[in-house]
């Protein structure tokens, strides 16, 4: 949040005093992790307000016209299971439960959404909630498809990179001297 807070015109929204103090009660609600421990017995004062500040969403959303934020976060799941979209949505909405909560709570003439773009691990996406997400966002029509043929670019560029890994650890030197006849796999994926 406080590089998103410097690099956007949160200011507008409301004060950062404001934001830090309603954060740090709804934190206050949010138990202290195990590999927190240690900075909140260092200083339990200032514990709450410093982990709102280092949450980090993807992405934001400014509409002032409208006066909305939108709070964006990209997950990727194993697709395996029919209910990977669903499991994915309910952790991105806990992860950014306080940010939005702390934003309702500092500027409440605002309205706030959180939008969670989920893509499988095997390059499932979900098109319909995709493109929906993307029509609540106000993206013109012709810049849908763009958007997500790029994402589904992105994801196998992804792929490519973890299975030359993977090829390159298994294999060994053996796999450095094959590397140049490897095809990636980015070449091969179409987004129609």
């Given at each position: 949040m406080?590089?998103?807070?410097q690099?956007?015109?949160?200011?507008?929204?409301?004060?950062r005093?404001?934001?830090?103090?309603?954060?740090?009660?709804?934190?206050?609600?949010?138990?202290?992790?195990?590999?927190?421990?240690?900075?909140?017995?260092?200083?339990?004062?200032?514990?709450?307000?410093?982990r709102?500040?280092?949450?980090?969403?993807?992405?934001?959303?400014?509409d002032?016209?409208?006066r909305?934020?939108?709070?964006?976060?990209?997950k990727?799941?194993?697709?395996?299971?029919?209910?990977?979209?669903r499991?994915k949505?309910?952790?991105?909405?806990?992860?950014?439960?306080?940010i939005?909560?702390?934003?309702?709570?500092?500027?409440?003439?605002?309205?706030?959404?959180?939008?969670n773009?989920?893509?499988?691990?095997?390059?499932?996406?979900?098109?319909?909630?995709?493109?929906?997400?993307?029509?609540?966002?106000?993206?013109?029509?012709?810049?849908?498809?763009?958007?997500?043929?790029?994402?589904?670019?992105?994801?196998?560029?992804?792929?490519?990179?973890?299975?030359?890994?993977?090829?390159?650890?298994?294999?060994?030197?053996?796999?450095?001297?094959?590397r140049?006849?490897?095809?990636?796999?980015?070449?091969?994926?179409?987004?129609k």
């Amino acid at each position: 949040m406080n590089t998103l807070w410097q690099e956007e015109e949160f200011e507008q929204i409301c004060s950062r005093e404001s934001l830090t103090e309603k954060a740090a009660e709804i934190e206050k609600t949010i138990s202290v992790k195990e590999h927190e421990r240690e900075r909140y017995d260092f200083d339990p004062t200032m514990f709450y307000g410093n982990r709102f500040w280092n949450r980090r969403a993807d992405g934001i959303v400014i509409d002032k016209n409208c006066r909305t934020l939108y709070i964006l976060e990209f997950k990727r799941s194993s697709d395996r299971n029919e209910d990977f979209l669903r499991v994915k949505e309910h952790e991105a909405n806990e992860q950014h439960k306080s940010i939005i909560e702390a934003l309702k709570a500092a500027a409440p003439e605002w309205t706030l959404e959180q939008m969670n773009f989920v893509a499988g691990r095997r390059g499932a996406v979900e098109e319909d909630d995709f493109y929906n997400k993307l029509e609540r966002l106000n993206v013109q029509a012709g810049k849908k498809d763009k958007i997500v043929a790029a994402h589904m670019q992105r994801i196998c560029e992804a792929h490519d990179t973890v299975m030359r890994s993977y090829y390159l650890q298994i294999l060994g030197r053996l796999g450095l001297m094959r590397r140049r006849r490897w095809t990636t796999l980015e070449n091969k994926c179409m987004c129609k």
